[in-house]
């Protein structure tokens, strides 16, 4: 068996983001870039299911400026075999991605295809449905447990109401969750060693698929500020606040 | 268990610009050379803060093609401002009756952070493999005793040092050479110079504490390219301290305060301080409107020449502030760091090549420019322990009129955790409470700086006798970690009637304050998880 597993670089979880003066985005320039936290969990599934003799190679794709290659690099490090770099500049959004990843896997023609539930960047939440959709491929999102059958892939996912198991045909798109597994550290001579695997430089013009955002953003503000709260005395004040102040029930 | 090895020409523990400067020193010298550099931050540059007026002459020597190479060293310095602050009003000292150390004019307003991302690039470029995540935690030694190299921490350990699922087991590298560069009070470093007693005939270190916040303020309140440092309130006459408000690019403001670690007062909380100087109406003018957008501490070396310990032992050297070449009249420290680790690297080259002896490091760092800057800074904080007022004149003196040559040199008498007074001898302060526009909460401020470790991982603050806090600490001193620590760390909650000492580690912004300051020693700094730590940006 043969996984794909594809890998964001986003900005990491612990900065803090900032909205440009001009509100024309977040700044980026000097901030600390990490791979989207869902999507080591993806590789780390991947590298298990490898592990346990049940898929053969992993390859890591990121579809992103030049240093998005870094991620595809994270990704070599903690076991993926190769890894492919799609060149884009500037902002990429679900649907451009998931027609990239469609050439890709008609050109790799894994047996499943793995990535995060949703970069923790823009929440889209979009890549693997739509590449689900494009494929026609059975899709498995939220995944929280997986186990791999004979042709089949049995996912526990995290859904509103608990976990719901469902049975998909391999070939299959994973969408994972942080409850996945705990991902493994890169160590130091295997970053090393990762340094020597190939990744494969593909220009998204080749590819032949038009990248430009299909939606136009106005601006990019704070959050209002949160008021600070007050206390109440008994329920009665509380239910009467509820209803005449915040007017929620 | 034996752990995995791997073996270099050299290993350099800490991507600062001490560090840097000798790792590409080294592959300049010689392309052939294999050169590891280890960084206990998730990358480059993120545990860097520095105010930072750079003086280039290092860089100079290490880039000469700096300006083509793109160096991210532009903001010219083009005025100067020097203020005495009283309490509502400020007196301006006219520049030219500065010393001359402390005028500003050809040097440069820089984020350090961004010069460390650079020098590690230009680095990388010549061949130094640098790891960035992995914290070199222990010092591995020769049966004969010198230095065999550094193991890297283990990852994946719980709270209670048992292995999780994740655990990745740390590796030894050894080499001919490791360069300690882990900057102020390392604790590698600490280690080395009680073992081989390198302090031995010094005076003690003198450090201080370092805040600095990064302001986007509005466009008629900036002037890009001023300077301006000021003396005198909110400390009081016989607290050593003083502020930097430096306009940079982008209509930013790096805005700090720096606070010697020699403080008496345990009441004192240099955190409330530094957010007290900023409602001074000299500054606040300039805040007003404005969004503050970063946040950040660091201990800082003081103690100058007379605090320099021997930088040699068989088979490590020490570079930067891990020694301590900080200037403090000058109140820089990077060219002087930049060029300690030029000088070893040149060392290491003659020590491998011609099988010279490492010791051959002090007499080329004490035929450096390095030393003479130092030699004639040594007299001016020591003097400042007579109080802001006769530091001045004596200052004025020995740096305006004899030029740092006077022939004798002051000394430092007691180390910083040593000078704390019992806490119901000393006056209480009042810190006014935050307005969350100008000056802001410690939680507020952690935020900023984006620190966090991996929850479930051991504690990387020891106590050596944890009862202590409490039982001698919190009665004679009120417990200072309360309030020297810069990031909310340490805090005495009461349950049940009863205090107790609760350690906040994943706040920590690596700054060593308490490794420095407690005053019965207590505290002693370890490396947490690789990539933990703050997340500074342009700092």
């Known amino acids: 068996m043969k996984i794909l597993v594809a890998v964001k670089r986003v900005i990491d979880y612990n900065v803090q983001v900032r909205v440009k003066d001009d509100n024309s985005g977040v700044v980026t320039e000097n901030v600390k870039m990490s791979t989207n936290p869902p999507d080591d969990n993806a590789i780390e599934e991947a590298v298990k299911i490898k592990e346990s003799g049940k898929a053969k190679e992993i390859v890591a794709i990121t579809v992103g400026d030049e240093k998005a290659q870094e991620t595809v690099r994270k990704a070599l490090a903690v076991g993926a075999d190769r890894g492919i770099h799609v060149k884009v500049e500037g902002v990429i959004e679900p649907l451009a991605v998931s027609k990239i990843l469609q050439k890709i896997v008609d050109k790799e023609k894994p047996d499943l295809v793995f990535m995060g539930k949703q970069a923790i960047d823009d929440d889209c939440n979009q890549t693997g449905q739509m590449l689900a959709a494009l494929l026609n491929w059975p899709q498995a999102t939220f995944a929280s447990k997986i186990e791999v059958k004979d042709k089949t892939l049995e996912v526990t996912r995290e859904v509103d109401e608990g976990l719901e198991t469902i049975e998909v045909n391999v070939p299959a798109i994973v969408t994972c969750d942080l409850r996945l597994n705990e991902p493994r550290y890169a160590s130091l001579p295997n970053i090393m060693k990762a340094k020597k695997k190939p990744i494969e430089q593909i220009n998204a013009s080749d590819l032949g698929i038009d990248t430009k955002p299909r939606i136009e953003q106005i601006k990019v503000e704070e959050p209002p500020k949160r008021k600070a709260g007050i206390k109440v005395a008994n329920v009665e004040e509380l239910v009467q606040k509820l209803k005449n102040e915040a007017k929620v029930i | ?539």
């Open chain 2, 1 to 539: 268990m034996s752990r995995e090895v791997m073996e270099y020409d050299v290993i350099i523990v800490g991507g600062g610009p001490s560090g840097l400067s000798t790792a590409v020193k080294l592959k300049q010298l010689n392309p052939d050379i294999n050169v590891c550099l280890l960084e206990k931050a998730s990358e480059i540059g993120a545990h860097i803060l520095s105010g930072n007026v750079f003086e280039t002459r290092a860089l100079d020597e290490l880039f000469p093609n700096w300006k083509e190479l793109k160096a991210p060293v532009e903001t010219k310095v083009t005025k100067e401002k020097f203020l005495f602050l009283g309490k509502e009003k400020s007196l301006s000292w006219p520049t030219w009756l500065l010393p001359k150390v402390q005028q500003n004019h050809k040097n440069y307003i820089i984020s350090l952070a961004n010069l460390c991302r650079w020098l590690g690039e230009q680095a990388e470029n010549l061949g130094v493999e640098i790891f960035p995540g992995f914290p070199a935690s222990e010092i591995l030694y020769n049966e004969d005793g010198s230095v065999k190299g550094v193991a890297t921490q283990d990852m994946g350990l719980d709270k209670d040092g048992s292995k999780k699922d994740s655990f990745e087991p740390g590796i030894e590298l050894h080499a001919k050479v490791t360069v300690f560069a882990e900057g102020c009070r390392g604790h590698l470093g600490k280690e080395l110079i009680n073992k081989f007693e390198l302090s031995n005939g010094k005076d003690p270190q003198q450090y201080g504490i370092g805040f600095k916040e990064i302001w986007e303020v509005r466009e008629n309140n900036h002037d890009e390219g001023l300077v301006m440092h000021t003396a005198g309130w909110p400390l009081d006459k016989n607290t050593y301290g003083g502020s930097f408000v430096y306009h940079a690019k982008n209509k930013q403001i790096y805005l700090g305060y720096v606070i010697g670690l020699d403080y008496q007062n345990p009441h004192l909380s240099p955190f409330d301080e530094f957010q007290r100087f900023k409602t001074h109406p000299a500054i606040k003018k300039t805040l007003e409107g404005g969004k503050r957008i970063s946040y950040g501490a660091r201990a800082l070396i003081e103690g100058g020449i007379q605090s320099l310990p021997k930088m040699y032992m068989p088979g490590a050297l020490l570079v930067g502030c891990d020694a301590g070449t900080l200037n403090m009249p000058k109140i820089k420290g990077s060219h002087t760091a930049m060029k300690s680790g030029m000088i070893a690297a040149e060392t290491i080259i003659e020590h491998i090549k011609e099988n010279k002896k490492l010791s051959i490091y002090e007499e080329k760092f004490n035929n450096s420019w390095v030393y003479k800057e130092l030699h004639e800074a040594r007299n001016v904080k020591p003097s400042f322990s007579w109080g802001l007022i006769l530091g001045i004149l004596f200052t004025g003196i020995d740096q305006i009129l004899f030029r740092g040559k006077l022939p004798f040199t002051l000394r430092h008498k007691h180390a910083d955790h040593e000078t704390l007074k019992m806490a119901d001898k000393m006056p209480k302060i009042d810190y006014p409470k935050p307005d969350n526009i100008i000056t802001f909460d410690k939680t507020s401020s952690v935020y900023l700086t984006g620190t966090n470790h991996t929850d479930n991982q051991p504690v990387h603050l020891k106590l050596k006798d944890p009862e202590l806090p409490i039982k001698y600490t919190l009665e004679k001193f009120d417990e200072p970690a309360q309030r020297y620590c810069p990031a909310g760390v340490y805090e005495v909650q009461h349950e049940n009637n009863l205090p107790k000492f609760v350690i906040n580690s994943q706040n920590c912004i690596h700054c060593k304050t308490c490794d420095i300051k407690e005053p019965s020693q207590n505290i002693t700094w370890v490396t947490p998880e690789g990539g933990g730590g703050p997340k500074y940006g342009n700092m």
